[in-house]
């Protein structure tokens, strides 16, 4: 059997492994788990208390994600677009993971390893347990695999290649200290959606999914809506009251608090349900329960300003994905396997070194 086939088994056998934990934590919560899985859910925990943005729903939404990823035909499908060459000297790479969202660089764990180079993944303090777990639950499937895995808390100096992920600020750092590897640098982006009236409320319902799911703190959620001149915004605040929970999350609450506070001293015109704040801004980058929207005429002019902006957007989504190459609603926090973060593909990336 070659490596690659071993890897997809493992990365398979890996998503049955989370997917049996989660239907656990569904069937008889966290109190009553088989002992085989108290090394993942001691990461949970651990990750809850270390970072409050990471809530049971939010940690069990990624694993599903994941899951999903981890097909075995996906797998396959997947690695055969590549020349993967059975590597007996792999290449270190360096990954300098984020911690916005839960275990938001498995993608490139993932890639890494299915290239058949090293990882060295530099942990996020703000997610620091949860993919060494998985990276554990992997080497007891597959325990060859243990050679190609390293975590490491230091200053990265012996590496060969660097994908480093982060915002604008952060990427000139990354750009001054590896600009002379091979790599890819990540800065901020923002996915939007486009709405041309059609929309029923079911579907703005699935729209609320990618707007406030992870309480929008990642690069997939929707910031910016596009909307058609005349559209009625009292039917986007009602459909949204699905996540009204959040005004109990004391972290968005206070940043939800802070921003109303800002508007209304400032005088700035807004709609507010009491727990997200929608502001007219063509800026694609919004605060923390602030949701900005902009009225577009034509489509387009609406497509030349996409255009002029397309290093700022990660998606684009619409209703049942009529804009060109837009994904449908309710999806962006479900990516295949092949849907690289910024449109750079990691996986030629990675074969290429």
């Excluded at 060459?85 to 764990?109: C, M, Q, R, T």
């Excluded at 299915?114 to 703000?126: E, H, I, Q, R, V």
Aim: net charge negative; proline share 3%; charged share 20%.
């Amino acid at each position: 059997m070659q490596l690659s086939d071993q890897r997809i088994q493992a990365f398979s056998s890996l998503g049955i492994f989370i997917k049996d934990y989660l239907n656990a934590v569904r069937n008889k919560g966290f109190e009553g788990l088989d002992y085989r899985f108290d090394h993942i859910d001691r990461a949970v925990q651990k990750a809850k208390a270390t970072n409050l943005w990471f809530t049971d729903e939010s940690i069990q939404l990624a694993l599903a994600a994941i899951v999903s990823m981890l097909d075995e035909k996906q797998l396959k499908d997947w690695t055969d677009i590549y020349r993967i060459k059975e590597n007996s000297e792999p290449k270190i790479v360096g990954v300098i993971l984020a911690g916005n969202i839960p275990i938001v660089g498995f993608h490139d764990f993932l890639c890494v390893i299915m290239s058949g180079n090293l990882f060295l993944g530099k942990l996020s303090s703000d997610d620091a347990y949860l993919l060494p777990a998985l990276a554990d639950e992997l080497i007891l499937i597959e325990p060859g695999l243990k050679q190609y895995i390293r975590f490491t808390k230091a200053l990265m100096k012996k590496f060969d290649a660097i994908i480093a992920t982060g915002s604008d600020n952060t990427s000139r750092y990354f750009e001054y200290y590896f600009g002379r590897y091979p790599n890819i640098i990540r800065k901020n982006r923002n996915s939007i959606a486009i709405l041309n009236g059609s929309e029923n409320e079911e579907d703005i319902l699935l729209l609320a999914q990618d707007i406030f799911t992870y309480f929008g703190l990642g690069c997939r959620n929707v910031s910016q809506l596009f909307l058609p001149l005349g559209f009625e915004l009292p039917f986007l605040m009602k459909s949204f009251d699905g996540w009204s929970s959040y005004m109990h999350h004391h972290k968005y609450f206070n940043n939800y608090e802070y921003n109303k506070a800002v508007f209304l001293v400032n005088r700035i015109p807004h709609f507010d349900n009491g727990f997200a704040i929608l502001k007219e801004d063509i800026g694609f980058s919004s605060p923390i329960s602030v949701v900005h929207y902009h009225f577009y005429e034509e489509y387009e002019s609406l497509s030349n300003l996409l255009i002029l902006n397309r290093e700022k957007i990660q998606a684009v989504v619409s209703k049942d994905a009529w804009w060109p190459e837009s994904i449908a609603f309710g999806k962006t926090q479900h990516p295949n396997v092949i849907d690289y973060a910024d449109g750079i593909d990691t996986m030629a990336f990675l074969t290429s070194l």
